[in-house]
């Protein structure tokens, strides 16, 4: 079971808005580390679309958006497309453990 | 062109040792922590093990802690895993990641170029 906790799955139809959540608790999010965001399209590696908690890096789009409040963050993807089925994940640090952790990812279908 | 390059992964006995590498290029490489995630097969990511941009500090999953030793030598700009004491539940793909902030001694940045990976397979 992971540190953090991500809804299996998601699903959205093209164009519509979708929202990935992540829960953790009080020695990592809670505690204002920082959360990360990752797509995974299948059979390749992991591809950085978040960091420190809303930030895209380059060449990411504009409908990617993190956000975070609490012990909880949340990744949303707006416009969907085809392309964007994929895996995401979250990541943070957590204090308790010494050590960075990830979400259990979560499966994105664009119906 | 930014790139890391794992090597090293292959089938293995419980019980033996395997030493993985990850050869940078494009990038100052002893200016950035680096860390070693893996993946079991249809499963997700699994920090393993990081490693400061000095080498001053190293941290390591509970689940490897005491079987698995990183390491890096920055003059070959590469990183190194040595894994001790291999079991089945270690077989996974191996991605060696780059940290995204430079000099960095903690593992609080994101992970910002990954590997391809390499497969390490534990079994009899």
């Known amino acids: ?111 | 062109e930014v790139q890391l390059v794992e090597s090293g992964g292959g089938l293995v006995q419980p019980g033996r040792s395997l030493r993985l590498s990850c050869a940078a290029s494009g990038f100052t490489f002893d200016d950035y922590a680096m860390h070693w995630v893996r993946q079991a097969p249809g499963k997700g990511l699994e920090w393993v093990s990081g490693i400061s941009w000095n080498s001053g500090s190293i941290g390591y999953a509970d689940s490897v802690k005491g079987r698995f030793t990183i390491s890096r030598d920055n003059a070959k700009n590469s990183l190194y895993l040595q894994m001790n004491s291999l079991r089945a539940e270690d077989t996974a793909l191996y991605y060696c990641a780059k940290d995204g902030a430079r000099y960095s001694s903690s593992w609080y940045y994101a992970f910002d170029i990954w590997g391809q990976g390499t497969m390490v397979t534990v079994s009899s």
């Open chain 1, 1 to 111: 079971q992971s540190v953090l906790t991500q809804p299996p799955s998601v699903s959205g139809a093209p164009g519509q808005r979708v929202t990935i959540s992540c829960t953790g608790s009080s020695s990592n999010i809670g505690a204002g580390y920082d959360v990360h965001w990752y797509q995974q399209l299948p059979g390749t590696a992991p591809k950085l679309l978040i960091y420190g908690n809303s930030n895209r890096p380059s060449g990411v789009p504009d409908r990617f958006s993190g956000s975070k409040s609490g012990t909880s963050a949340s990744l949303a993807i707006s416009g969907l497309q085809a392309e964007d089925e994929a895996d995401y994940y979250c990541q943070s640090y957590d204090s308790s453990l010494s050590g960075s952790v990830f979400g259990g990812g979560t499966k994105l279908t664009v119906l």
